[in-house]
């Protein structure tokens, strides 16, 4: 079955750790997106990337840190210097038609990341 | 600029209710509209979407018509069922060469009662 999965679905980390959040796809899509999700809010996104080795910040990407070595793989790594990472971190991905947009984007199950 | 607004929740209806979540939208260019539902503790599934003006998506019951006059893409469903309860996020793509970003709604949780 083709998919979005990530892991793991819940983790816990100390103040002051880095923690890297694993996003795999088998769908051949070549957009891959990270995003934040806190209680009552809606979607923020952290960092996207349309290609293999390029990636660019989305709207809170102060605090976290991203790599895209490989199509199907986009890690999330949040860093101490993230003041407030306790959240539902969601990845998504999508085929990535310039100029086109009516692709929808497929999301992962996501990771409750909590600060102890 | 590109923006999702959405009616506040929660939203609690009895089964078989009518359901109405609004959904208007500010973006530049012709986007594509959808609507995702979320269950708790899990990602975002896409409920239904439209890609121009006047398209109806539609799935599971659930309607929505891409309004350009009214920049709206309400969601609606006849007779809603317990099974329904979840958050729902009203979202554009401004298409373009715009990476295939999304702008999503804060969403509306509904409960739906037997």
């Known amino acids: 079955d083709g998919g979005i999965t990530q892991s793991p679905k819940y983790l816990f980390r100390k103040e002051g750790q880095n923690v890297t959040l694993s996003c795999e796809q088998n769908?051949?899509?070549?957009?891959m997106y990270w995003y934040r999700q806190d209680p009552g809010q809606g979607l923020r996104l952290i960092y996207y990337s349309q290609i293999v080795n390029d990636f660019q910040k989305g709207d809170i990407a102060e605090g976290y840190s991203v790599s895209r070595e490989k199509k199907e793989s986009f890690p999330l790594t949040v860093t101490s210097a993230q003041k407030n990472p306790t959240a539902f971190y969601l990845c998504a991905s999508s085929i990535e038609l310039a100029g086109i947009g009516s692709s929808e984007q497929f999301f992962g199950p996501g990771t409750r990341l909590t600060v102890l | 600029g590109n923006s999702v607004t959405q009616m506040e929740g929660p939203v609690t209806l009895s089964e078989e209710a009518f359901l109405t979540i609004n959904c208007t939208y500010t973006a530049t260019g012709y986007p594509s509209l959808f609507w995702y539902v979320q269950y708790p503790g899990e990602g975002l599934q896409l409920l239904l979407k439209a890609t121009k003006a006047d398209d109806k998506g539609s799935n599971k019951g659930f309607e929505a018509t891409y309004r350009k006059e009214t920049t709206s893409f309400h969601l609606e469903k006849g007779s809603v069922q317990v099974s329904d309860s979840a958050v729902y996020f009203c979202a554009l793509n401004p298409g373009g060469n715009t990476g295939n970003q999304f702008y999503f709604g804060t969403g509306t949780s509904l409960t739906v009662i037997p």
């Open positions: 769908l051949n899509h070549d957009a």
